[in-house]
Every structure is written in C-alpha cells, then in structure tokens.
C-alpha cells in the first residue's frame, strides 16, 4: 500500500524555482551526484535516472566485483559513473569516501541516503511467518539498525559540512510507508526507518540556514528488489512496484526546478500528482 495523498504532499518550505512548466526531461548536465547502495534495487534505478538526465554519479557501495562490474557497464555506454567504495556503518570509510567523491568531482550537489537491509537479513519469511520483536537477537537488531539510521546519519554528516560551505546543495534520504514502521513482524526494520525519517526532519531544519535542502523518497509500496523473499508467490510478485518508479522524482529533485524546495516527503507511486498539484501552487 502507499501512504495517503496527503501524506505524500507534506508541507514543503519552497523558495526560487526554475520553470515549473517544463515537459521535457531535466537536464542534469554539470550535477554531481553520490549515491548509496547503488548498485541494486531503488540504488541501481535512481543512479541510471540520473545518468540518463546527463549528471555524474558516484556509485558508493561495499568495494568489490559487483560495484566494479556496475561501474564498469555505465561507464561503457558513455555514461558518468564512478566507483565509490565504502562502508557506510564505518565512520572513518565514510569520512575517506567523502573526502573522496568531493576531490574526484570537485564538489557534490546532490547526496541521496539508500543503503540499507531489511527485515530478510532478520526473518527470511517475514511475510508469511511474522517474528515477534522478542524473538529479534539483539544483534540483528544493532546490524539493521548500524546500516539503515546510523548509516544515513554518518554519510550526511560527512558530506553536510561541505554543502554548507558552498551553501548549496540536496540530500534526499529514502524512506518507506508510514504502515510499515509499525507493521506486525518489521523489528527492526520498521523502527529503523522511522528513526530515518525523524533524522530527516531535524536535518531540515540544522541545514535550512545554510541554503541545504532535504527531503524524503519512498517507492509507496512493497517493491521488486533483494529485499524481497524468493518464496514470495509469483501473483504477489507480479504485484511489486518496479525500482525504476523512483527514477523520476529523484531526476526531479536533483533539477533546478527543486530549487529551494526542503522539508517534502514524496510517495513515488504518486509523483504525477504531486509533482501537477506542486506545479499548479507554484503558477497559482
């Protein structure tokens, strides 16, 4: 399920915008971006959104074959992607991965937070057979929890201070439904996501004074990616949102037309509507 309309709208803090109009897609052309857990699932389809709109992407995931082979396939078709290898539960591999990606392309425009496991890493039949939060080890709470909140915080917290120097610059953390936070059988899952999404209101506001935006992304329903059990029956399957619906919004909010637009949620599954109901308050 995807969350109510009016969730999905929020109450966003806009200032200038570039021509809100547009009906081509964006052109990304000369916008820097890193984002984490790019090499699969919502990752891989933001990251090739980007790509696809002409900005350069840093692929920041866990150093190895996969993020070299992912790197490598864009990178043959012309595309701007690069390898950013890191651990984002370890501070000082966030802290050189930063430092990286910022020297490498003189600078970072867009940060997108959405590295993350879930609730299969815990119970592998969480939907059918839901595990009580009595039954989660403390030590599969602590990993979901390392990777999914405190990561988010250590890769913003690493790149923020470089954004609010230039005072410019977007971080755009993902998120999922409200239902889910408090699903039965989602410890931790859920709680690490809403711990998310509380980081991201009070980055809003630490960041407002220097002219960085935030805002939160979610795909608006149970999606096709790792996360999802193999046993999952194929009707149910066959009814998952595709990755690639976060690819316009985050191409989207990486645009001019985002200019100065903080403290949004939006429900990728609804982003038609929001985007008609952002542009008609804008021109109205």
Avoid: K
Avoid at 6 to 18: E, K, L, Q, R, W
Avoid at 39 to 64: C, I, N
Avoid at 129 to 146: G, I, K, L, N
């Amino acid at each position: 399920m995807s969350d109510p309309p009016a969730d999905s709208v929020g109450n966003p803090s806009v200032g200038h915008a570039g021509n809100p109009s547009a009906t081509h897609p964006a052109d990304l052309s000369g916008v820097r971006c890193v984002v984490t857990g790019a090499t699969s699932g919502l990752g891989a389809a933001m990251a090739d959104a980007l790509l696809a709109a002409g900005a350069t992407v840093a692929f920041a995931s866990r150093p190895g074959p996969r993020l070299d082979d992912a790197v490598a396939a864009r990178s043959s078709r012309g595309l701007r992607a690069v390898a950013l290898p890191v651990d984002v539960r370890d501070p000082v591999s966030v802290a050189s991965a930063a430092d990286d990606a910022i020297a490498r392309l003189d600078g970072i425009d867009l940060l997108v937070n959405n590295a993350g496991i879930g609730m299969r890493t815990v119970n592998p039949r969480f939907f059918d057979h839901p595990m009580p939060f009595f039954d989660v080890t403390p030590e599969r709470f602590s990993d979901v929890v390392a990777t999914n909140l405190t990561g988010y915080f250590l890769v913003a917290r690493a790149f923020a201070p470089h954004m609010a120097q230039r005072h410019r610059g977007r971080i755009v953390n993902v998120s999922i439904n409200h239902q889910t936070m408090s699903r039965q059988g989602f410890v931790p899952y859920g709680p690490s996501r809403a711990g998310s999404e509380s980081l991201s209101r009070i980055m809003t506001e630490d960041l407002r004074p220097f002219g960085v935006t935030v805002a939160v992304l979610l795909p608006g329903g149970a999606t096709d990616t790792g996360m999802i059990p193999e046993s999952l029956p194929d009707e149910a399957r066959h009814a998952l949102l595709r990755p690639e619906i976060m690819g316009p919004p985050i191409v989207f909010l990486a645009s001019s037309e985002a200019d100065g637009l903080t403290g949004t949620r939006i429900v990728a599954s609804e982003f038609d509507r929001w985007l008609a109901e952002f542009r008609s308050g804008r021109t109205g």
